[in-house]
């Protein structure tokens, strides 16, 4: 059984810094892209950062484009977003996922395997 479990969320004053963890299990994890998306209320979920299967590719949403990092230990089947110089409109509830997929994809859509994500809440 497929396993995401994000953990690292919190609440923040705008400026501040947070970081999401995600441990996976149940799947061969140096095979999985792993991506990290979000969703705001009453908004749809968008992408926010996404890690190649060896960690040397990635890719980010222009929104949060050098303020956030992301990276992964296929050692111990986990991927990391470093979130710097959070904003309020970074509020949200944030998902790791992962893609087998060999073609780079920031749709939602395409990834296989979904966490139970993490509530981030900056205040301004």
């Known amino acids: 059984q497929v396993q995401l479990v994000e953990s690292g969320g919190g609440l923040v004053q705008a400026g501040g810094s947070l970081r999401l963890s995600c441990a996976a299990s149940?799947?061969?994890?140096?095979?999985?892209?792993m991506g990290w998306f979000r969703q705001a209320p009453g908004k749809e979920r968008e992408f926010v950062a996404r890690i190649s299967r060896n960690g040397f590719g990635t890719n980010y949403a222009d929104s949060v484009k050098g303020r956030f990092t992301i990276s992964r230990d296929n050692a111990k089947n986990t991927v990391a977003l470093q979130m710097n110089s959070l904003k309020p409109e970074d509020t949200a509830a944030y998902y790791c996922?992962?893609?087998?997929?060999?073609?780079?994809?920031?749709?939602?859509?395409?990834?296989?395997?979904w966490g139970q994500g993490t509530q981030v809440t900056v205040s301004s």
């Open positions: 996922a992962a893609d087998l997929g060999l073609v780079f994809t920031t749709l939602a859509r395409n990834y296989d395997y």
């Open positions: 149940g799947l061969p994890f140096s095979t999985y892209a």
